[in-house]
């Protein structure tokens, strides 16, 4: 069994009293020890299914309309609400694109670490911070003990991401939800960031969900993916798999939208016009009109998951055709 096993779960926003579909039935699974790559164009869903996978979605206006979540054998959505939160809190943990939304500007960054560890563990406040300056060394931030009582804003980018990285592994958790963890950072510092997440998975055995837009990310450090449009995984393979032979023209299109320097992309400059909106009624395949392969039966029928090999599979009417 796998660590996580997530089956149809199809998530919606309520706007006006209705319920919208924004994740459409997506099933994926995540091995022990090993990392998968989630990658998308934004407003495809990757965000709302890494915060329902990590109970985040309770009290808002998102909801969680069918399937499930099993994780470390616990199906998360049938355990009653205090449960849920305790294995959630205590196994899984997750960073976020923006760490200065996430760490507090006005505590010093190893008082924030402390309280972290103090919440899944029983010990001393001073042996908490001993803790806290270990975590600091494990993600290499260089002189820990003077760092430790830096504010955030005194720290660069990529260093905040490093301590964030060392708050989730407080708690030593199985599995790391790295939600675009190094999309505000350049090239460089996202290389090193990255590096750094395989290290700490080779020495701590978690495993890693990683969420990105940007498809060069996923094939540096994923060893599967999934490639999701409009709310449904469209592709899923191993990843040298998937980057030996991409079936579907949208994964074609993300391919051939990799940045080359590091400049922001808001727009896929390989695949034209845009990703349905939020409410928008598509018939047949959602990427048919932005799609370079498509033909008439792909307006009419949505296409189902083709295998391509056995673990490896496209929604796609023609998989692996080349495109116009
Ligand atoms: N709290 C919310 N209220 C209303 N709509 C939301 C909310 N959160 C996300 N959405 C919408 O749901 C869709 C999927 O969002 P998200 O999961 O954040 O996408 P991604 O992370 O892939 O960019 C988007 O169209 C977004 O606008
Ligand atoms: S089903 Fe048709 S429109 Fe959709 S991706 Fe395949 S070829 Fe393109
Ligand atoms: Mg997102």
């Known amino acids: 069994m796998a660590l996580l096993e997530v089956k149809d779960l199809?998530?919606?926003?309520?706007?006006?009293?209705?319920?919208?579909?924004?994740?459409?039935?997506?099933?994926?699974?995540?091995?022990?020890?090993?990392?998968l790559g989630i990658v998308g164009e934004s407003g495809c869903g990757k965000s709302l299914t890494s915060l329902a996978i990590m109970g985040l979605l309770e009290g808002s206006q998102v909801r969680i309309t069918s399937g499930?979540?099993?994780?470390?054998?616990?199906?998360?959505?049938?355990?009653?609400?205090e449960?849920?939160?305790?294995?959630?809190?205590?196994?899984?943990?997750?960073?976020?694109?923006e760490p200065m939304t996430s760490l507090n500007p006005v505590y010093r960054v190893?008082?924030?670490?402390?309280?972290?560890?103090?919440?899944?563990?029983?010990?001393?406040?001073?042996?908490a911070r001993e803790r806290a300056i270990e975590l600091l060394r494990l993600v290499r931030i260089p002189d820990p003990e003077g760092?430790?009582?830096?504010?955030?804003?005194?720290?660069?980018?990529g260093m905040r991401q490093r301590v964030m990285i060392a708050m989730a592994l407080a708690c030593d958790p199985k599995l790391l939800i790295a939600d675009e963890p190094t999309t505000a950072l350049d090239v460089?510092?996202?290389?090193?960031?990255?590096?750094?997440?395989?290290?700490?998975q080779a020495e701590t055995g978690m495993a890693i969900m990683l969420i990105s837009h940007d498809l060069g990310?996923?094939?540096?450090?994923?060893?599967?993916?999934a490639v999701m449009y409009w709310g449904k995984i469209i592709e899923t393979a191993p990843a040298a798999e998937l980057f030996a032979d991409m079936a579907h023209p949208y994964t074609r299109g993300l391919l051939a939208s990799i940045p080359v320097t590091d400049r922001e992309v808001d727009r896929l400059e390989?695949?034209?016009?845009?990703?349905?909106?939020?409410?928008?009624?598509?018939?047949?395949?959602?990427?048919?009109?932005?799609?370079?392969?498509?033909?008439?039966?792909?307006?009419?029928?949505?296409?189902?998951?083709?295998?391509?090999?056995?673990?490896?599979?496209?929604?796609?009417?023609?998989?692996?055709?080349?495109s116009a």
């Open 270 to 322: 390989a695949i034209p016009s845009r990703v349905p909106l939020i409410g928008e009624t598509v018939t047949g395949c959602a990427f048919h009109p932005r799609c370079g392969r498509a033909r008439p039966v792909c307006a009419d029928i949505d296409p189902a998951a083709i295998a391509v090999s056995p673990s490896h599979s496209a929604r796609c009417h023609f998989p692996g055709e080349d």
């Open 110 to 127: 190893g008082d924030q670490i402390t309280e972290s560890i103090l919440q899944h563990r029983r010990i001393s406040r001073a042996q």
């Open 217 to 225: 990310v996923i094939a540096e450090t994923c060893d599967t993916v």
């Open 147 to 157: 760092r430790i009582d830096s504010f955030p804003h005194q720290l660069s980018g």
């Open 188 to 200: 460089t510092v996202q290389a090193r960031i990255l590096d750094l997440m395989k290290e700490l």
């Open 83 to 97: 449960r849920r939160r305790a294995v959630m809190g205590a196994d899984m943990a997750m960073i976020f694109q």
């Open 10 to 35: 199809a998530i919606a926003v309520a706007i006006n009293g209705r319920l919208v579909p924004v994740v459409r039935g997506i099933s994926f699974e995540v091995e022990a020890g090993t990392t």
């Open 68 to 81: 499930s979540i099993v994780f470390d054998g616990q199906d998360l959505l049938a355990l009653p609400p």
